[in-house]
């Protein structure tokens, strides 16, 4: 596998921490921002969809709804809070793409399902894809924990309890000394591969920000078959700072897909250095 740094770009919006694209449109989703900022695929910005009121420029870090995940269902795209504060982060939103309308809905019920049967330590939903029928939930990983993904299917989309649930551990490595911990994904149906990213945080905990010591993309072939083993194996990991040195010390949060032609991507990834800015960074993957 190969990737190669096509472009990057410093936007004026903070704390870049999900991006989707549909129909030429990038959506990227800030954890303490209060809209979403669109562009195109030149990186011009096209439209702000707003999503609550917020007096300010940056949401307070005990108060923040810490947006980290978003992913594009039947046409409507869905935005998770992180779940690892609560009741502030335990929030998702719906939104039509068509007309801007956003709707807020409590995810407590579906993260305490994890949360009261002591199936995940701590909660820190930072990855967030559709695979087929399933949908799957990558728990962040740290010092103290292990990356986790949570499978489930369609049925919490209409607030419904999913037919069946697994957690599963997912294959990790360390960057300079440190886990790598799950930080975004995305999902090609066609090739059933998923691409992650995960990043180094020195951090034993979900709330506490650490230094960021690097991050990687990482590739799952034959994903879906994949979701019946007993803990999903990574087949590939590239460290970015070995794409380019712009890359080290980035803190990549998330990736989508832009173009495609068999198993070779055009990708954008978004960078959330904890300082308020955010980094894009347009690569090619040839698998």
């Known amino acids: 596998m190969k990737i190669h740094l096509l472009r990057n770009v410093l936007i004026a919006y903070s704390s870049a921490s999900a991006i989707e694209y549909s129909n030429g449109i990038l959506y990227v989703i800030g954890d303490d921002v209060n809209y979403i900022l669109c562009l195109d695929l030149a990186w011009n910005v096209v439209r702000e969809i ?31 809070g992180s779940g690892s504060l609560s009741p502030q982060r335990d929030v998702a939103f719906i939104v039509h793409p068509d007309d801007g309308i956003a709707k807020k809905i409590n995810t407590a019920a579906f993260f305490a399902l994890f949360r009261d049967k002591a199936l995940i330590k701590e909660i820190n939903i930072e990855g967030f894809t559709s695979c087929k029928d ?17 499978i489930t299917d369609h049925k919490i989309l209409k607030s419904q309890f999913p037919d069946r649930f697994k957690v ?7 960057l300079n000394n440190i886990q790598l911990g799950i930080s975004g994904a995305c999902y090609d149906s066609v090739n059933d591969i998923l691409l992650l990213t995960a990043s180094a945080e020195d951090t034993d905990n979900a709330y506490d920000d650490g230094q960021v010591l690097g991050s990687a993309v990482a590739v799952v072939f034959d994903a879906y078959h994949k979701l019946e083993t007993e803990e999903l194996i990574i087949d590939t990991w ?31 990834l978004v960078a959330d250095n904890d300082d308020g800015s955010s980094r894009l960074f347009q690569i090619s993957i040839e698998i």
């Open 238 to 268: 590239i460290d970015l700072e070995e794409v380019d040195d712009i890359f080290r010390f980035q803190k990549i949060e998330s990736i989508c897909i832009v173009g495609q032609e068999n198993r070779n991507y055009d990708c954008v």
């Open 50 to 80: 707003k999503l609550f009121d917020f007096e300010g420029n940056r949401i307070p870090k005990p108060q923040k709804p810490d947006l980290e995940s978003a992913c594009f269902v039947n046409g409507f795209l869905y935005i998770l």
């Open 168 to 174: 599963m551990p997912v294959q990790s490595r360390n």
């Open 134 to 150: 399933k949908l799957l939930f990558f728990n962040r990983g740290n010092i103290s924990q292990s990356n986790q993904l949570i």
